[in-house]
């Protein structure tokens, strides 16, 4: 039983514009260590604390940024499988994804996509009161988490490949491929200890994007985007770097 | 540049700044600078002469000559120079760069933006008077300009200060949770063109590369897609972002500059220093006036007065916890600066609970030189000793 603690950070709303984290004393966890509620603890605490609230709060979101939907290099690659592969173990798990940090003006699809002008729009449009951010980078998700944390009653989650975030109820830090498994495993024991009945089932597709065929799809289907995805003359691409 | 770069070995900040063995060199700051460039891996300098800065930006330019700084070139203007500054680095290099006063002024709107920009870099600065009349002496109001716009600030007080701080601010300022400039102010000419002793490790060890992938925002080289992720982000976009973000993003960077001080532990040992940490009587200073002040405790110390010393190497973040701890017991508290608006004095009341024990001053300003026997006034004035005033004609 983990002793009881100030809990600093918590679901909002905490108010029109409140103190950033960091003003109110919370700092960043050592390496091996995760912040909960603004405290410093021992990981398996904080990944029980977050595996409960994606379990038991009204639905749970995974927001996956570019560094884990953009597929240019082998580690994001496998960061994204491990990402699928926790959300097929959530019940009723959504994923929308935050796939740039610009502004969508002028009106985002809040069932489409995450964006960091205006995250809180999104959140409140899905009535999501769990969500996980992982694979954003670390000034946009500190935005991001901000403002969640302002005007939203969202229990948030960061899984950081860095040092973690101080807004975020839950935060992980160093957080690649094998510890997105890891957090699975623990989800799975404290589904199992709630009694949560689930089978593994991947969430639904994003409603507004259209269907991908990949049998027949062509660079040229990503418009302004294809040429970053048409090798150079006489290049062979395997793996980059 | 040289063709063939110079022997260096890589080896870790940590290794480079608290344990390679060091040999005492006797150097000028403006030379402190150089040195410590020749060791921090820099791929590009870049900025426009104005004295006192003049000489230190030519000694790195001869370390591109030789082939220690990959790029460098003078920008027309500084304006130009840290404009430039910033793409440099938000194309993935570390770069450098350096100016004085009135150049500093002309550069402060692109300085102040890098912050915001998340733009990890250092700049030295060699302070000088910059308001009119025209002089290039030293006088370290231009500071005063620097602290309110999340840039990391730490203030020199001697050519060893400006090695230390220097290379250390490559690693402060790169870090993934900082990633905010360091600026490495010094007196112009009282530590730039003076020598002294400095502890320098060999010079054939130098920083990892730096890596622009370990950054909290994306680089700009077009390799996460979309390509257009940084063009089109709301920072250059202020018509299209909301009111929110704009607050959330301040918030971001003075949380940026807070985490700074974790890592000026880490580096340089803590934001301050205390000599005779029992005194009642403090002198609290930055800079060449905390040498000033080193000598003025030193002397009542002869003479048998308890007086301690605060030296503040961190103005920002400002280590307001250790000067309201360092301070709780003390009944006086004398300031000595180089500047006439006393940004010094002012931080140090902001802190501590009973801001009355505050002198303010001594203060020269103008280029005048900061004589010890300034600040003895103040503290026999605070000790209640009655020194009679001899006049010599």
């Known amino acids: 039983m983990a002793e009881e603690r100030?809990?600093?950070?918590?679901?909002?709303?905490?108010?029109?514009?409140?103190?950033?984290?960091?003003?109110?004393?919370?700092?960043?966890?050592?390496?091996?260590?995760?912040?909960?509620?603004?405290?410093?603890?021992?990981?398996?605490?904080?990944?029980?604390?977050?595996?409960?609230?994606?379990?038991?709060?009204?639905?749970?979101?995974?927001?996956?940024?570019?560094?884990?939907?953009?597929?240019?290099?082998?580690?994001?690659?496998?960061?994204?499988?491990?990402?699928?592969?926790l959300a097929e173990e959530i019940p009723n798990c959504r994923i929308i994804p935050m796939p740039d940090y610009r502004p969508k003006?002028?009106?985002?699809?809040?069932?489409?996509?995450?964006?960091?002008?205006?995250?809180?729009?999104?959140?409140?449009h899905n009535k999501i009161e769990a969500c996980i951010f992982?694979?954003?980078?670390?000034?946009?998700?500190?935005?991001?988490?901000?403002?969640?944390?302002?005007?939203?009653?969202?229990?948030?989650?960061?899984?950081?490949?860095?040092?973690?975030?101080?807004?975020?109820?839950?935060?992980?830090?160093?957080v690649h491929a094998d510890e997105i498994r890891r957090f699975k495993e623990v989800l799975i024991e404290v589904r199992n200890q709630l009694g949560i009945e689930w089978t593994p089932t991947p969430p639904p597709e994003n409603p507004s994007l259209p269907k991908e065929e990949f049998q027949t799809i062509s660079p040229w289907d990503f418009g302004e985007y294809a040429s970053l995805l048409i090798p150079r003359r006489g290049e062979v691409v395997e793996e980059t770097e | 540049m040289s063709d063939q770069r110079p022997e260096q070995k890589v080896v870790e900040p940590e290794y480079l700044l608290k344990e390679a063995p060091r040999e005492k060199k006797f150097i000028t700051g403006s030379q402190a600078f150089a040195e410590a460039i020749k060791r921090a891996n820099v791929d590009i300098a870049i900025a426009y002469p104005i004295t006192p800065q003049s000489e230190t930006m030519h000694l790195v330019g001869d370390l591109y000559a030789q082939g220690y700084v990959k790029d460098y070139y003078r920008a027309e203007e500084e304006y130009g120079a840290m404009s430039a500054i910033a793409g440099a680095v938000r194309g993935g290099a570390r770069a450098f760069s350096a100016?004085?006063?009135?150049?500093?002024?002309?550069?402060l709107e692109a300085i102040v933006?890098?912050?915001?920009?998340?733009?990890?870099?250092?700049?030295?600065?060699?302070?000088?008077?910059?308001?009119?009349?025209?002089?290039?002496q030293p006088d370290n109001?231009?500071?005063?300009?620097?602290?309110?716009?999340?840039?990391?600030?730490?203030?020199?007080?001697?050519?060893?200060?400006?090695?230390?701080?220097?290379?250390?601010?490559?690693?402060?300022?790169?870090?993934?949770?900082?990633?905010?400039?360091?600026?490495?102010?010094?007196?112009?000419?009282?530590v730039t063109?003076?020598?002294?002793?400095?502890?320098?490790?060999?010079?054939?060890?130098?920083?990892?590369?730096?890596?622009?992938?370990?950054?909290?925002?994306?680089?700009?080289?077009?390799?996460?897609?979309?390509?257009?992720?940084?063009?089109?982000?709301?920072?250059?976009?202020?018509?299209?972002?909301?009111?929110?973000?704009?607050?959330?993003?301040?918030?971001?960077?003075?949380?940026?500059?807070?985490?700074?001080?974790?890592?000026?532990?880490?580096?340089?040992?803590?934001p301050i220093e205390i000599v005779n940490p029992d005194a009642e009587i403090f002198v609290v200073a930055?800079?060449?006036?905390?040498?000033?002040?080193?000598?003025?405790?030193?002397?009542?110390?002869?003479?048998?007065?308890?007086?301690?010393?605060?030296?503040?190497?961190?103005?920002?973040?400002?280590?307001?916890?250790?000067?309201?701890?360092?301070?709780?017991n003390a009944k006086a508290v004398i300031v000595p600066e180089h500047n006439i608006v006393g940004w010094l004095a002012k931080e140090v009341k902001a802190v501590i609970p009973n801001s009355g024990i505050v002198v303010d001053g001594p203060r020269v300003y103008g280029g005048m030189t900061l004589p010890v026997e300034l600040i003895m006034e103040e503290i026999y004035k605070a000790a209640g000793v009655k020194k009679e005033k001899k006049t010599v004609v």
């Open chain 2, 193 to 270: 063109h003076a020598k002294g002793y400095v502890e320098l490790p060999p010079e054939d060890l130098k920083l990892p590369p730096r890596d622009p992938y370990k950054a909290p925002v994306p680089p700009t080289d077009c390799e996460i897609p979309p390509a257009r992720i940084q063009r089109d982000a709301p920072v250059q976009k202020s018509n299209f972002m909301s009111y929110l973000i704009h607050a959330v993003w301040q918030q971001e960077i003075w949380s940026a500059n807070k985490r700074a001080m974790k890592w000026i532990y880490h580096y340089l040992g803590g």
């Open chain 2, 99 to 107: 100016t004085s006063g009135p150049g500093l002024l002309r550069g």
């Open chain 2, 141 to 190: 109001v231009e500071i005063a300009y620097l602290l309110h716009s999340g840039l990391i600030v730490l203030h020199a007080e001697n050519q060893q200060d400006v090695f230390d701080f220097t290379l250390a601010g490559f690693a402060i300022s790169e870090k993934v949770d900082v990633y905010i400039p360091v600026v490495v102010p010094t007196e112009g000419f009282f």
């Open chain 1, 105 to 124: 003006y002028p009106k985002i699809d809040p069932e489409a996509e995450i964006n960091p002008n205006h995250p809180n729009l999104t959140i409140l």
């Open chain 1, 134 to 174: 992982v694979g954003v980078h670390c000034h946009y998700a500190n935005l991001s988490l901000r403002m969640i944390r302002a005007g939203t009653n969202c229990f948030t989650i960061a899984l950081c490949a860095e040092m973690g975030h101080e807004d975020a109820m839950v935060s992980l830090r160093d």
């Open chain 2, 286 to 328: 930055s800079g060449c006036a905390a040498a000033q002040g080193r000598e003025a405790q030193r002397y009542a110390e002869q003479e048998g007065l308890n007086v301690g010393l605060i030296k503040i190497k961190s103005i920002r973040p400002f280590p307001e916890k250790e000067v309201r701890e360092a301070l709780k």
């Open chain 1, 6 to 85: 100030e809990k600093i950070i918590v679901p909002g709303p905490a108010g029109y514009n409140p103190q950033p984290a960091m003003f109110l004393g919370v700092d960043l966890p050592p390496p091996g260590k995760a912040l909960l509620y603004g405290q410093v603890v021992d990981e398996e605490e904080a990944m029980r604390e977050a595996a409960k609230a994606m379990l038991t709060r009204k639905n749970p979101t995974i927001f996956p940024g570019p560094l884990v939907l953009w597929g240019w290099n082998a580690g994001a690659m496998e960061k994204a499988k491990a990402v699928l592969e």
């Open chain 2, 113 to 136: 933006s890098w912050p915001g920009h998340r733009i990890p870099v250092v700049l030295g600065v060699m302070t000088r008077v910059v308001n009119a009349p025209l002089s290039i």
